[in-house]
C-alpha cells in the first residue's frame, strides 16, 4: 500500500489503515445526580475533574476543542486485544481493527497533549510492538521516550511454556526536548533514603557508603598509596583501580569526606552525601513490583478491601504503578487524561495526589466501580493503594552468611517492631533487593485524605438523526442550548455563550463569533446584525433559513441542518474496542494483489443502538431539512 502511494517513509500497514471514522464532536452532558462533591471545600481541593460514561473516540473527540494542547499526561491501559474471536488467528483482522482503533484514539490522545506532555502507554506482548510502531508514526520517532518494563507479577506459573511477568509501558513525549527539560526526578523511596547512614555521626549527615572504593577497570594512574589513619600503607588489590583521581582523593580527604571504616584501617571510601546528591532519582526503565507493586497486589491488598461487595477488576492497575507515571509526568493542578478508567485507578490517584483527572469508561463498571471508588476517595474512606504510607523501621542485609542462621535476625527484627510499637498502625516485612525490611505502616489520620470532586458526563445522542422521509433532521432531544452548543463545536468555536450579548453563543478568535438560531433570518434582521456587529469584528450565523441575496461583509450567514450534513458521521454510537462482533467478509475479496480489503459491517448493537435514537419521541427544532424556502449565499 504504501509504495503504491508512492510514500518513502518506513511506515506500518493494515488492513483498513486508510478507513478513517469522520467522528461527530459531540457534546457533554452533565448527569448531577452522579456528579460528587465533598461537603465542605478546603483551600486548594480540585473540583473541575470529569468521569465520562461512553465510547473513548467520541469522548475524545467532544473534549478536543475544550482541551486541546491542555493534557499534561496520558495515562492508557486499552484492551490488549488477547481474546481471539477467530479460531485460527492469521488473518490478521482483530489485528487491523485493534491497530485502526487505537490510531483513531491516538492521534486526537496527541492533539490534547501540552507542549511539554507525555503518554504512557501499558501493553503486553500481544500489540506491543507493533502499538510502537503505529505510535512512531503519530508522536514522531524521535518523541519515543522508553519502553519502560512493570513487574506485573512477582509470582511464576508453572502450567506455561514460559511464565510472563511483565507488560510494556510505552512512553512517548509530544516533544521530547521540551519534556526531557521539565520531567521530575523521583522522589527517593523509604528505602533509598535508608541506605543512606551516619556511622561515624558526621555533621553534614547521612552519606552512602554502598560504593566500592575500587574498580575493576582504570589507567596506572589510580594505583596510587594511600596511607590508612591505623598506619597501614594500602593499593588498591591486584587487578583493581581506586574510583577517584589521587587529586579529587586529596582533595575529599582534606574535606574530612573519607571514611576509613570503624578501626580507620579498612579500604577508604569518598562519602556521597544525601544533601549533595541530586534532589531525587532519574527514574529507570526497569520498574520491579517491590517499588510500584503487581496486579495481584493491587487486587488483593486494595481494591478487595476498599470495595468488598465489588469483583475487582482481573487486572487493575496499582495505585503505585500510577502514581510513579504521575510524579515524573506532572506537577499539582495539571490535568491527567485516563480514556480507559477500568475502576478508576487513575483518577484515583491523581485525586490523593493533587491532579486534576478527566477518565472515560464505556462499560457499566463506570457506575459499579469508579463511582464508588471516587466517592470513598472523596470522602476520605480510601486509606489503601498510596493513602497507606510506609518508613522502613528496621532492615538487615542478607549475606549467605546470615541465611544460614536467621535467629539472631528474626529477634533483632521482632525488638524494632516492640520498640517501633505505639508509633505506627501496623507493620510489614518485606525482602526487597537483598535487605529484610521491617515498615512501619502510617495510619490514615495522619494523611491530608479526602476533598474535592468530580462531575459525571454522558455523550449527547447525535445532533442529527433521519425523520420517516430518510431526511436528517435536528434529534428531538437537542434544545436551542445544546443545539448551540452542538454547533459551536461542530464549526470549530468555543461555545461561550455572552450573558449579555445575545448572538455571541461562542468564538473561534477574539473577534470572530458565532450566533446559533431556529429562526429564519429576514434582511432586516442580518442588517440589525451587521450593525451590531460593526467593521471590527465577524460572525457566522446559523439558521433554520434566511430569506435575502444581499451580502455584509462581516457576515457569514449558513442554512441547518444543511450546513452540517457533510461534516462527520451521523448517528454512529459505537467505536468500540471491544472487538466481539467482527466485520463479515459477504463477497470474496478482489485478493489479486495480495492484500484482503473487508469492508467493515456495523455491530448489531451499533444499529441498535442507532434505531434507539431515531426512535426518540418529542418536539424537533425544525422539521425537516429541505421544506424551506432560503436561499444559501
Ligand atoms: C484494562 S482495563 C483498564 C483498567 C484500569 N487501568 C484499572 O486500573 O482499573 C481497560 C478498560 O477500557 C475500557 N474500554 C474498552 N474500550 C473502550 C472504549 N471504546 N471507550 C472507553 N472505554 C473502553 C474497558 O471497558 C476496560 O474497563
Known amino acids: 500500500m504504501a509504495n503504491r502511494r508512492n510514500k518513502t517513509r518506513l511506515e506500518l500497514t493494515w488492513i483498513g489503515k486508510e478507513d478513517r471514522p469522520r467522528l461527530e464532536p459531540r457534546i457533554l452532558l452533565e448527569d448531577p445526580e452522579k456528579s460528587y462533591h465533598a461537603s465542605v471545600r478546603r483551600p486548594g481541593d480540585i473540583f473541575d475533574n470529569m468521569l465520562i460514561h461512553g465510547d473513548n473516540l467520541l469522548a475524545l473527540k467532544a473534549l478536543e476543542i475544550d482541551f486541546a494542547g491542555q493534557i499534561k499526561c496520558v495515562f492508557i491501559d486499552p484492551p490488549y486485544n488477547t481474546g481471539s474471536a477467530f479460531e485460527h488467528y492469521d488473518d490478521g483482522i482483530e489485528h487491523s481493527l485493534w491497530l485502526s482503533l487505537m490510531r483513531e484514539r491516538l492521534e486526537i490522545l496527541s492533539r490534547l497533549l501540552t507542549a511539554d506532555g507525555s503518554i504512557w502507554i501499558t501493553i503486553d506482548d500481544t500489540e506491543s510492538h507493533y502499538l510502537k510502531v503505529v505510535c512512531d508514526e503519530v508522536f514522531g520517532r524521535t518523541n519515543f521516550i522508553a519502553n519502560v518494563v512493570w513487574e506485573k507479577t512477582a509470582g511464576r506459573k508453572n502450567d506455561t511454556y514460559i511464565s510472563t511477568a511483565h507488560d510494556h509501558i510505552l512512553a512517548y513525549a509530544k516533544d521530547l526536548s521540551v519534556w526531557r527539560k521539565t520531567r521530575n526526578l523521583l522522589p527517593r523511596s523509604d528505602s533509598q533514603l535508608a541506605r543512606y547512614q551516619n556511622p561515624d555521626d558526621d555533621p553534614r549527615g547521612p552519606w552512602i557508603q554502598g560504593a566500592d572504593s575500587t574498580a575493576k577497570s582504570g589507567s596506572d594512574s589510580l594505583l596510587y598509596e ?88 482481573a487486572t487493575p492497575k496499582p495505585e503505585e504503578l500510577i502514581r510513579r507515571i504521575v510524579q515524573i509526568n506532572t506537577n499539582q493542578g495539571d490535568i491527567v487524561l485516563d480514556s480507559f478508567a477500568g475502576s478508576g485507578t487513575t483518577g484515583a490517584v491523581c485525586h490523593k495526589l493533587g491532579r486534576k483527572w478527566i477518565m472515560v469508561e464505556l462499560e457499566d463498571t463506570c457506575d459499579t466501580h469508579i463511582l464508588p471508588r471516587l466517592t470513598k476517595v472523596i470522602d476520605g474512606d480510601d486509606h489503601g493503594g498510596i493513602s497507606g504510607v510506609k518508613e522502613v523501621v528496621w532492615e538487615e542485609k542478607l549475606t549467605p552468611t546470615k541465611l544460614k542462621n536467621m535467629e539472631p535476625i528474626l529477634e533483632a527484627l521482632n525488638a524494632a517492631k516492640e520498640k517501633a510499637g505505639g508509633q505506627f498502625a501496623s507493620f510489614s516485612t518485606k525482602v526487597e533487593s537483598n535487605f529484610l525490611r521491617l515498615y512501619g505502616i502510617i495510619g490514615p489520620e495522619k494523611m ?3 476533598g474535592g470532586g468530580f462531575r459525571y458526563y454522558q455523550l449527547a445522542p447525535s445532533l442529527l438523526q433521519k425523520d420517516d422521509y430518510d431526511n436528517w433532521i435536528i434529534n428531538k432531544d437537542y ?95 459505537d467505536y468500540s474496542l471491544e472487538i466481539k462482533e467482527l466485520p463479515v467478509i459477504e463477497d470474496e ?40 424556502d432560503g436561499e444559501d449565499n
Not at 583493581?240 to 579500604?267: C, I, M, P, Q
Not at 451590531?532 to 455584509?552: Q, T
Not at 459491517?601 to 421544506?627: C, I, Y
Open 589 to 628: 475479496p478482489d485478493d489479486t494483489e495480495g492484500n484482503a480489503q473487508v469492508e467493515p459491517k456495523s455491530s448489531g448493537k451499533a444499529k441498535s443502538k442507532r434505531r434507539k435514537a431515531a426512535a426518540v419521541a418529542g418536539g424537533n427544532l425544525f422539521d425537516t431539512d429541505e421544506t424551506e
Open 479 to 573: 434544545n436551542p442550548a445544546m443545539l448551540a452548543e452542538a454547533l459551536c463545536k461542530i464549526e470549530g468555536f468555543k461555545y461561550d455563550p455572552s450573558p449579555e450579548t445575545y448572538w455571541q453563543q461562542g468564538r473561534s478568535t477574539e473577534t470572530d463569533y458565532i450566533y446559533i438560531t431556529t429562526q429564519m433570518m429576514t434582511a432586516d434582521m442580518l442588517q440589525k446584525l451587521s450593525d451590531e456587529v460593526g467593521p471590527d469584528r465577524s460572525l457566522l450565523i446559523m439558521c433554520k433559513a434566511f430569506r435575502s441575496k444581499r451580502e455584509w461583509a462581516n457576515l457569514t450567514v449558513k442554512k441547518i441542518p444543511k450546513a452540517v450534513l457533510s461534516k462527520c458521521e451521523w448517528g454512529q454510537d
Open 448 to 450: 491530608p485524605l479526602g
Open 226 to 313: 594511600v596511607e590508612l589513619p591505623s598506619g597501614r600503607k594500602v593499593r588498591p588489590p591486584k587487578g583493581n583501580y581506586w574510583r577517584f583521581s589521587k587529586t579529587s582523593f586529596d582533595k575529599a580527604l582534606a574535606e574530612d569526606r573519607v571514611y576509613f571504616g570503624k578501626n580507620g584501617d579498612s579500604l577508604p571510601i569518598v562519602k556521597k552525601y544525601l544533601s549533595d546528591v541530586q534532589d531525587g532519582l532519574v527514574p529507570r526503565t526497569w520498574w520491579p513490583s517491590s517499588e510500584v507493586n503487581s496486579n495481584q497486589g493491587a487486587r488483593r491488598d486494595h481494591l478487595r478491601k476498599l470495595l468488598p461487595d465489588i469483583e475487582p477488576f
